[in-house]
């Protein structure tokens, strides 16, 4: 993975579960990780078991995109055409899924 977060900046993610009571349109997108036409988007971290809880978008497709669980360690592995990894947004702003169009498009949210 290009741009792998750190320990300390993954620390900085809210705790799993301790946001399931905020509605998703409101949750803080706090990361963003991105290849070709995918998007992961992570509102949440357990270093434990280094799991992310957020919404993915694989290869544009907006009608099978979903809320879930990913792994770092599988976000290290993908691979484009054996070589292209995944990358990590640095100049990422958190904001609420409300504010993001593709997010938006997917769940049929009005933007």
Not at 39 to 44: C, N, S
Not at 64 to 74: D, I, K
Request: charged share 25%; proline share 5%; with cysteine.
């Amino acid at each position: 993975m290009w741009n792998k977060p750190t320990e300390k900046q993954l620390a900085r993610l809210p705790a799993m579960y301790s946001t399931e009571n905020i509605d998703v349109k409101d949750k803080v997108i706090q990361m963003h990780f991105f290849l070709g036409g995918s998007d992961w988007y992570a509102t949440e971290y357990s270093p434990e078991k280094e799991l992310f809880f957020g919404f993915v978008i694989l290869n544009g497709d907006m009608l099978n995109a979903e809320w879930g669980y990913f792994s770092l360690a599988e976000l290290c592995e993908v691979k484009a055409n054996g070589v292209i990894e995944v990358d990590r947004d640095i100049p990422w702003i958190p904001c609420p899924a409300r504010n993001l169009l593709k997010i938006c498009e997917a769940q049929g949210w009005k933007a």
